[in-house]
């Protein structure tokens, strides 16, 4: 537990030590299971190595200090595993773990950790995906700035912002969907099987555990580093999120707020501020994801049939990959649902350029009869004009005998948005059909 | 052009200059022909607009002058070709680019070339699994040793280490045919599209260009990033091939070799080595993939409607990551055609342990009489037995009456290759099955 | 040339191709002049050898080509420069490149090039303190906000800002000013040298070059590491700089401004807007470096006497990494000296609050009778009042019978920014005393 | 506790929690005592604070619960200490964090941590030093085959190894000292400082908690970009020992082990292997590095005087980066110790290629009279020829009449060392300077 567990992270216990532990002892019982139906090892064995398989039997602080030596969790696990079968029946101690190599338990164990991490961001991506839904309907018509290159650019709607926030999570979703990743790791010391761990004892071992068949990837881990990329990704559209609201809730802006929470935000010397305390933790993780990701990715050239350090260069990294990209997915819901959005903000900032970011409207409407090239030449004078004298652009227009029919129009902000609210309804409807 | 342009890439024009200003220039013809269609703008000057969009036109050097003041290619490139077209006819030059911004015709060309290079790798994953195909029925019973954490271990077979590589090879392939990545970027200033270039506009730029519609995906980059990432994962599964033989290759294994060439792999001043020189190249660029894909991933959480520097951080890195990638794809096949294979080196470094590495088989075999954990640490002191007095395991085991009935079948290396010969006839079997 | 080489680079010839193909031929010549001088061969061949090695003598399409082969640039430079001195002098060529490796050639030329971009960076960093020295002068005492997670927080001057951005280039000089990483690299193929490359030749070549001496580091990179570290720090310091300066350029501040260029920082839609192009090219090169330098680090656990890989990794990377820097560091200067800074932009935006922001003032002010938390809190209290009642701060303050003499002077801003103008002239004057 | 606690990492208290969190309380009491010795709070409030400055006091889960509200641990921090203060003295609470900011806080107890690293590095690299020195003498004429590219090369001596690791590790001490990165933080809101924290304050903290002076850092991360860039390298030089070691220890080459412990380096399936579990560690370590500093140097670019994020980045990264590097630092210490050298194999190994390893010897002698490249080609064609026909180099030689006096002496291994042993004595010498 980190003195940031509640700023970062989110509080699952999947990725917690016990639970690696616990999943790989069930990949212990469940192999004694599968050998003992095949008939390798006699069926009272399994029972009772899988009655042994029990958490609360292992020495756990033991077990850490002699990780030390053999170099992974499943050496010492398997030992105290085989102690305390032979505790309770000496015969049944034989047939612990038979056939099967360390990165068996420990890659399978993976698997089944992952496994339950696609079901919670699954959940979690439907609630953050029905919650961009919801704010999307909401402000479907809500005219703000749009803005490039951190300039006020042109009006859209802050429904249009929140539409593709959700086709980014919608594709998430099928990213994750789309993965083939998970595999029964078990294959034994070099990957080549031997008769103990034959087909029929893996086929049973895959079904009990969920896990499809596959083949030793024992160091052939593009599968890990496609997971890794995916909550790299994953960071990275969230942060994208955190860092439209963290700009847009600038003081100078104010035309969004994270949710207020008694305490929340605060500042230690000035008590007026609005911290975008959700937002920051985002983009911290979205700044760590990457380089977690090229660490797994650095990770792959491993030696032979087992490597001598990438592959333990996998655990950890692995584990804070998902924990970051867990924690930034639970606050990015939190940040959507408390969202505080100021209409009236919106549209004041619409206006304080003085019809500057009608600009292209007058573009457009000139290029007919002057062409692009000219036509931006020309707005562009008058845009300079309008900023030298402190008039607003529509009336330095005015003054210049142009053929626009209508130049009020042209200023009006809901006539400039473009398709935004056809583009928005689409992207509701394709929600919908999700559904 | 590179010093080193052929030794860590492939002579592909696919991601040259001229290639991508010549994409930028599709789109503005295709533009201009999609909106003649939907009547926005006039045919007549569609087609002279298209008629001038030809790389010889443009003033490259200009150009690139030029980006430094606007900040993306983009605006040169408009802003010569509407000259250019102005040359020709001055009421065509008027449609030129018209409803569009940068950032489309960028982003548009940049998936007209990941398009191009996921035919290209396509081809040459096809050639390669066809060539890792190849080598597994050759060395599928060619038997040498497995190694985990750079030990011998176990024997296995040469065809099984090259079928893991085509397994993964085969993920790739399904991983990049999986991915949805490509989609028309045409949105305008701020992804909320105009009346130029609506929907009907859209989809006949889709149409012709071969691409998907989407809507903005201006700032929202989860699928540059996907693309990035399945090059980072590629270049990791090759560079983790060219690992495997660069080991191999060592003096004292001498198992594989890189094909000759005249005065390949030559030392300036050694002339008896034979440098992993194909393998060094592969593995130099899997060294640099991984933070390339880092880069990109940490480039995700752009501002608002467009970022400022992020984006821009996307081009040349993009770039230089599927040339090492391609250049690494293309040095693979290259290193499987031309590998020469010591099958005796192979044989005789199985039997240099003086039968250490059967060892297991003797656990295995002691297991049903003693259990996992006892029989384990039988062996282990018979072994250290062995390496004390200078004899071979089986002599030492020989003297010390186990209940073993056939010593010597424990000692026999194709008797100890696992399931290997199986599980390479799987995975050819549903190798040819892809065909 | 890339399509960018404008945009984020800066244009000098230091580590193109050509200058590095000549400070390889730099080494063979003085390699030759040492060894004569030493007596180990005859100084007529190391005449004809230096005479011989000319880049105009050079074929280097064909170099590249055999690069491929040996796998690195030393072999087929040797070849050919070996091949130029026969046509010239048989006996002559017998004494080119004696007892070296081609690592001691392309280590050493890369030697030769950092201290060329050693003093390109000091005179830069000299020039950047020097503009930023300037600006700190000149906006001593304008008053402008404080930001803290992109909130108001408290005023300060804008010359506080670059006054810390001034510190940060002093610290980046003397942090180049104490690296010793400089060392001629010549110790023949696996770092013990030989009787052709003896101390007396070193020694010589050590002075010929103006490197220090040193044992071999052919597999130790820490040196070339830290160089890179360097390069990346310094891109995060000016990236800091650009970050700021890109913020207060968005619309709703105003604050700064890039100096205008005919055409600079036009959109190609929206004419009205002034992009912070060369911000976005400088924040590009800040997200880039990091990535590089990972690069750097990840390829320092090289094999043995000479990596097969990892050597190589570094080559184009240290290119790039300190290419784009360099390109940094120019576009710093280019933007500093054009720095529009509207100081009005500045106050007004300082009122904007209605004065929330000196409402540490008050907690202050208020500390002494209630207490840093009570007072805070009673604070807090006021500003929400104030927000909801659409009232000033001061106003709001006023009705509430506070211990405070002069609540007038909690709000005046050159009253609330602290020790700004003190810390700026310790500043101003360290820089002098560097001078 | 990470399940990995002991195989990754060294068992150290300085990096955690309890530790941070009294470097912060010491921050607070030594404010307190500081603006007491200069008049600004009472002296009786200053002892009372610094009398509750105990991390017993604390609740430390609230603590943690609470910055998911404030964003950072010092704001919950200062307000349990306000509370403890105040139910002792009411009037102390009023002084307590007067006039400091969060950051202050923080950035200071980091700075105060550094120090602590510092000495504990500073102590451990003495250590390493001092066994790589003893190893060095040891083992100075001990031949062993230099290998580049993994290929056996030329002959050496092992001393000639461990003497360039000791000169990185001496690089490393030198590159420590030369550091300026320590300063207290203590600026207040904005970084312009104000009246309770004047400079004589300052200068009173600074003294009391051994930091140099320094004006604001907030938001200009070089130096920790520089402490993590050091540790970055660290890990890197102590990767590449372990990265020989570990293919040293390779079955086929047999040249040095990891000192055995009881039950170390066995692996679950094969009881007779040696497994480079250490190595393996320091390993891993230095894969995951590089990626942390990148972090730290993306995290550069912060926002204004204060970040949203990207400070927030800093701080689990740090922690990670400096906890693994002293992990990789105190295994590589134990990896050295215990270091079993086979001398034999080392002589053996230098044989296995039947004379060709000495062909530079040859082609050096042949240059004379034939020129490098003709002598070159001769050697390699002998070389050719002695693989072909299974007779050693030698024999091969004595059939061609060449040139060379005495054909012997060039097969002799300790006269093909070069200058190893002169080189060592240099390096032994260099670090007895140091003593």
């Known amino acids: 537990m980190s003195l940031y567990t509640y700023l970062f992270y989110t509080q699952t216990s999947i990725a917690q030590e016990r639970q690696s532990l616990e999943r790989m002892l069930r990949f212990e019982a469940e192999l004694a299971q599968a050998q003992a139906a095949c008939g390798i090892i006699p069926q009272q064995a399994a029972d009772i190595i899988q009655a042994c398989c029990r958490i609360e039997f292992l020495d756990i602080e033991k077990l850490k200090l002699e990780i030390r030596l053999g170099g992974n969790a499943a050496i ?41 991490w696609m079901q919670w961001f699954d959940a979690k991506l439907n609630e953050l995906a029905h919650v961009l839904f919801e704010l999307t309907k909401q402000y479907r018509s809500t005219i703000m700035m749009g803005r490039t290159l951190l300039q006020q650019a042109k009006p859209m709607t802050f429904g249009l912002k929140t539409a593709t926030w959700l086709e980014a999570v919608l594709r998430s979703k099928r990213r994750m969907k789309g993965m083939e990743i998970l595999g029964l790791q078990l294959q034994g010391a070099v990957g080549s099987g031997n008769s103990a761990i034959q087909k029929e004892v893996q086929q049973k071992m895959a079904q009990s555990l969920g896990l499809p068949l596959a083949h030793s990837w024992h160091s052939n ?102 924990e970051l990209s867990a924690g930034s997915m639970d606050k990015t819901i939190d940040l959507m649902k408390g969202l505080e959005v100021n209409e009236e903000r919106m549209l004041a900032n619409v206006g304080m350029t003085h019809g500057l970011i009608f600009a292209e409207n007058v573009s457009l409407a000139l290029t007919p009869a002057y062409g692009k090239l000219q036509a931006h030449e020309l707005v562009e004078k008058a845009c300079k004009q309008s900023i030298k004298q402190g008039k607003s652009l529509q009336e330095v227009l005015a003054t210049m005998d142009l053929p626009i029919a209508d130049l009020d129009r042209l200023f009006v902000p809901k006539n400039s948005i473009g398709n935004s609210l056809s583009t928005i309804d689409e992207i509701l409807q394709s929600y919908e059909n999700t559904l």
Chains 1, 2, 3, 4 share one sequence.
């Open 76 to 116: 010492p696990l398997v030992q105290q595993l085989t102690r305390i079968v032979k505790n309770n029946d000496v015969e049944a101690s034989r047939y612990v773990h038979v056939g099967a190599t360390s990165q068996d338990v420990i890659d399978t164990a993976t698997m089944l950790e992952i496994q339950e």
């Open 221 to 322: 881990r593009d599968n890990f580093a496609e997971w890794a990329s995916f909550l790299g990704i994953l960071s990275g559209s969230l942060g994208k999120m955190a860092k439209d609201i963290s700009l847009l809730m600038q003081t100078e802006l104010g035309e969004v707020m994270e949710g207020a929470a008694d305490g929340k935000g605060g500042s230690s010397t000035m008590p007026h501020k609005r911290n975008p305390v959700t937002c920051a933790a985002i983009l911290a993780n979205a700044t760590r994801t990457p380089a977690l990701v090229s660490t797994l990715l650095s990770a792959m050239p491993q030696e032979q049939e087992r490597s001598a350090g990438l592959w333990h260069a996998e655990w950890e990294t692995l584990t804070t990959l998902v």
